[in-house]
């Protein structure tokens, strides 16, 4: 494929998982505001609890199947077949699994047909996953970006008729099933009708033996995430109640909204430029790694802030019926910084062939938000998973920056002062917009915070001019 398609690919699955982010974080405040918080909690921990079982479906086959597609297409089919023969029992196998631990922790059977459907819904998109990896190891975006927003668009489209006409999450439930069935019928007919696939499910010793020979490499890394970005809900479902599943879900949608958006954004750009330093270039590898330190704490350290100062504010404008969630609100918003930073910490691991530190670390987070988790959540509830959630983040980019210390030249001294500066930037807005809260709408509050950090971080010298639009300029690109 060449250069300028694949660009044109790209920038269609860009554009794509952006709409798509809009229209999930949109519709989540729509259902947040329509349902009960004891109904979101259901729906909430029916998914999480789901997922946790998915773990058990991929097994790192969909990675392994991607770099193994893309390396000899014309084995791909083949590929493909024998992922189907492994993928189709352990399916089998978590959807039983999760169906009989379900029925023996006496949840009620509202929340145990929700678990039946999610399941389902995890089963489809597993193999949904699949297939369109297919599409990705031959560089080709354009049909799963389609597929994205018409999907998202499925989920709105029969989530909000099913709160008007019914406004019981089954139903909500059921418009996720609709969407996933779809996902997984146009990508099964685009496979049989464009690329000519056989999905027979087949099994070949070699090639099962082969695959399950590196699936570790790359699933462990990807259990400890799964667990600890499913396990808070699910842990709160089970030592709480639904109601506080559903106010934990609100503060903990718009970090994940955040993170998605803004450093997800900038990983992808920085992640090729520190592979392609660290085989040529060790001053560059450390130049570039220090500028995205310095550029993501120069943007997270105000979003923090400006969360933390206007908690009360944006909560009762957006969420009136959450009011309770601003507490852990302000705790979950102090972990913006740090989530922010170890993604150029993590991404730089991976580039330099430490994915041993990284797998390690996240799995020492996992365990210890669990340990958290199930101290914290009986004593303080949501607020408890939130202080989690904070700990854990903070210990995370700890780890990882004393992981790359092995790998790069580290300037402490210009990091500190770049993270000094954007602080006092930030105390100093924070002082502003707690002035004039009472007496502008909110957006005009927070241009005015905006306005008034980067006033004031210029004349810290914390940035210069130049920096900014050589920044837009590499990003435009």
Known sequence: MTSPTLTKN????????????????????????????DQLGQYVFALSFAAMFSIFVDLGLSPVLTREASKNQKQANRYLKNILGIKIPLAIIAIIAAWIFINITGKSAEIKLLVYIASFIMALDSFSLSFWVIFRSRQNLKYESIATILVQLIIFTLGLLALKFTGQVRYLMSALLAASLFNFSLSFLLLKLKLKFCLKPSYDPEIAKHFLRIIPAFALAGIFVKIYNTSDSVLLGYLDSDEAVGFFAVPAKIVYALQQIIPAGFAAVIFPAFSFYYANSKEMLSNTFNKAFKYLTIISLPISAGIISLAPKIVYLVWPNYIEIVPTLIVMSAAIPFIFLAFP??????????????????????????????????????????????ITNLILFLLDFLSIKTVINLNYLNLLKMFLKSLAASVIMILGVITVSSYFLLPIVIAWGVLLYFLSLYLFKGFRLREIRELVEKGIK
């Open 10 to 37: 790209t920038t269609y699955y860009t554009a794509a998982l952006t709409i798509q982010k809009i229209l999930a974080f949109v519709y989540f405040w729509f259902i947040s505001n329509n349902l009960f918080p």
């Open 345 to 390: 910490t993590g991404y730089l691991l991976n580039s330099c062939d430490r994915q041993k530190n990284t797998t390690i670390n996240r799995g020492i987070i996992t365990g210890l938000s669990i340990l958290l988790n199930v101290i914290l959540i009986p004593i303080l509830g949501f607020f408890g998973a939130g202080i989690t959630f904070l």
